[in-house]
């Protein structure tokens, strides 16, 4: 089956593909550290393969690589524009579909999704399609944020408030829904995973430098609604001088929170979260 996805890389953020590439690469140095951390408690498989889906350059599939050498990762993605810079890595690639993946039933010890659900207005299938191909016992982990519980910052800038209301409305209207994650839980369960368990990890500007969150914070995420008209210049100047204040300022905090769910394909009852195999 094939899922219509809400995911442009050329429209994400200012500067098209490039400024995509970029920003992938900085949102994966910001939290992989986490990520992983929370991966291993829930028992990654070290030996068998992992399959990123939706790996775009394959930023964390090449960083899950050099931290776990006995992994065997794989990447898929749609995007044969992200694949493109993938391949330098020497991971292993395919191009295809979330819906119907080109791999074998019971292939893969683990799946990874990460920030892709959130671009599917049908997420049923592809999680489907992730129990197909794990073994049984397999781990799911999927990798999410959710709009509305992103994290804090301070201090408050009231005008970029409005700014990321018109932005959020406007992304719906792609098929972006960046709420998924509190629906996830239980469509898992419904796929039939088990042992279906919700890890929050969260990363602040006292651990890495406050630019490092540009690519969550910074402007750049806004240049492409306005070229569709669904921000105006003025909105931009707004977002551009908040964010430069935000930095500029000693005394400023932000965290950013995101969640891992993950559960695990049926038929081996023992696996439990934080066990390792």
């Known amino acids: 089956m094939t899922v219509l996805s809400g995911y442009d890389p050329a429209r994400v953020t200012a500067g098209g593909v490039a400024g995509e590439v970029a920003r992938l690469a900085a949102q994966a140095a910001l939290t992989f550290g986490e990520e992983l951390r929370i991966l291993r408690e829930l028992g990654l498989p070290e030996r068998d393969p992992l399959v990123d889906i939706g790996c ?3 930023e964390v599939t090449g960083r899950l690589r050099a931290a776990c050498p006995g992994l065997r990762v794989a990447g ?4 044969l524009d992200l694949l493109a810079h993938a391949r330098s890595r020497g991971i292993p690639l395919a191009g295809g579909s979330a819906g119907r993946l080109p791999l074998r ?3 893969a010890g683990s799946v990874l999704l990460r920030y892709v659900l959130q671009h599917l207005p049908a997420p049923d299938p592809v999680l489907a399609e992730a129990r197909r191909v794990l073994r049984p016992g397999g781990l799911l982990a999927v990798v999410e944020v959710d709009e509305a519980l992103w994290g804090l910052a301070q201090p408050v800038f009231p005008e970029i408030e409005v700014i990321h209301r018109k932005a959020a409305l406007a992304r719906r209207g792609t098929g972006t829904n960046r709420q998924v994650v509190r629906e996830l839980p239980r469509r898992l369960r419904r ?3 088990t042992g279906v368990v919700v890890r929050p990890f969260a990363v602040t500007n006292d651990q890495v430098p406050t630019d490092s969150f540009a690519a969550h914070l910074g402007p750049g995420q806004f240049a492409p609604l306005v070229a569709d008209g669904a921000l105006s210049l003025a909105d931009l100047s707004v977002a551009a001088g908040v964010w430069n204040r935000f930095r500029a300022d000693p005394d400023a905090w932000v965290l950013l929170l995101g969640l891992v769910i993950a559960g695990y394909a ?4 023992d696996r439990t979260p934080g066990r390792t195999t």
């Open 191 to 193: 796929a039939g995973f």
């Open 105 to 107: 039933s019971g292939s």
């Open 56 to 58: 775009g350059t394959g």
């Open 76 to 79: 898929v993605d749609a995007s």
């Open 266 to 269: 049926p038929g081996c009852p």
